[in-house]
């Protein structure tokens, strides 16, 4: 999620707003809202810090690899202009084991995302200032150009789909991209729904077993009550391979800027929220809101010596979720960290098919 001055005037707007709807229920302290017990285990909501990220900083979603490793990037850094983004990589411990210098960056706005993976495990990357996906060995260190999509593309997430092809969301445009192997890039879905003010869209992941894709988007303009209402979407894949209809899941509260998002074995989906709520929220497989973390908004106060500050994601490890804390507007590097939630269940791996890879 890259953030500028027009970025931040928006989001001091949106927390006006915020203040109005999003009063506590309860005036309990996060800390103890949560004492369901994991077997054997710690409560759940327990959160802990699971790395500090090192400059450039600025995480936006956590990756965990079929290795057991975890890794990140470093995102769009409007404070570090001149600094070349990293990728990191840490055991399951959470201990900093190899980085590794994104090559060809154009300096200003650009940042890398840790996307996916390969089905022969190279690490997929998004990089914004060329727009294109690369491919990270962790073998050689070797970065590869596999795709390249147009001017003023935004690449933010990717899932794999049926036939080994990549879908990709654009921040800046309500579109869905679709890379084929060795192919270029091509526009696969579009709709007013994913038109958003500024903010747009983010998480992606695909359901094999119903055959659909679920999303998420910051802002909407179709069909909101308000135009800083996000929401959750799920799409579905027809046999042709085109999309079928949109439907919506789950609307967010004005200025919550739903994020990236994790599956768990149940099918319930934790969806973290980037704008100034700094929850994470808990819905059904059917998009119905359960859960709040912390209970009381705005704070971020989740227990743990970090607070939530821009949560971007929730990418399970165990029966944790990974959440990669940005501090996008604040730019705090102490709070640019991976945090570690305990949610009580293990989660669904990312899909992964047979022909997940890009021609050497």
């Not at 936006?60 to 995102?75: D, E, I, L, P, Q």
């Not at 994470?280 to 106060?301: C, I, N, Y």
């Not at 293990?346 to 997940?356: D, E, S, Y």
């Amino acid at each position: 999620m890259s953030r500028s001055t027009t970025t931040v005037r928006l989001l001091t707007l949106a927390f006006v707003l915020l203040l109005g709807v999003l009063a506590p229920t309860s005036p309990a302290p996060a800390a103890t809202e949560a004492a369901t017990e994991v077997a054997f285990g710690p409560a759940r909501w327990e959160t802990s810090v699971f790395a500090r990220v090192p400059a450039p900083g600025y995480p936006a979603y956590t990756f965990v690899h079929r290795n057991g490793r975890v890794y990140a990037g470093s995102y769009v850094n409007p404070r570090a202009q001149g600094q070349r983004s990293r990728v990191f990589e840490w055991d399951a411990d959470g201990t900093l084991l190899r980085s590794w210098t994104v090559p060809g960056q154009v300096l200003g706005q650009h940042g890398v995302q840790v996307a996916n993976q390969t089905r022969d495990g190279r690490l997929v990357l998004l990089e914004t200032s060329t727009a294109t996906v690369r491919t990270l060995d962790l073998r050689t260190g070797a970065f590869r150009t596999v795709a390249r999509f147009p001017k003023g593309v935004v690449p933010n997430y990717a899932t794999w789909g049926p036939r080994g092809w990549l879908y990709v969301t654009d921040y800046a445009h309500g579109d869905l991209w679709r890379v084929p192997p060795g192919r270029a890039p091509r526009k696969w879905f579009s709709s007013r729904h994913l038109q958003g003010i500024k903010f747009g869209t983010t998480g992606i992941d695909f359901r094999p077993a119903t055959r659909e894709f679920l999303i998420t988007q910051q802002t909407t303009l179709g069909g909101s009550t308000l135009p800083t209402n996000g929401a959750l979407f799920a799409l579905p894949l027809r046999p042709d391979g085109r999309p079928g209809t949109l439907r919506t899941l789950w609307r967010s509260r004005p200025a919550e800027l739903p994020d990236g998002f994790g599956i768990g074995r149940s099918g319930r989906i934790y969806v973290s929220l980037a704008g100034p709520a700094a929850q994470l929220v808990e819905l059904t497989p059917q998009g119905k809101e359960v859960g709040r973390f912390p209970k009381v908004p705005l704070l971020g106060d989740n227990g743990s010596p970090i607070p939530f500050d821009t949560p971007c994601s929730a990418t399970f490890l165990g029966t944790t979720v990974l959440v990669a804390n940005q501090s996008a507007i604040a730019g705090k590097a102490a709070h640019q960290a991976i945090l570690a939630v305990e949610v009580g269940e293990t989660g669904r791996r990312p899909w992964l098919p047979k022909r997940a890879r890009f021609p050497r």
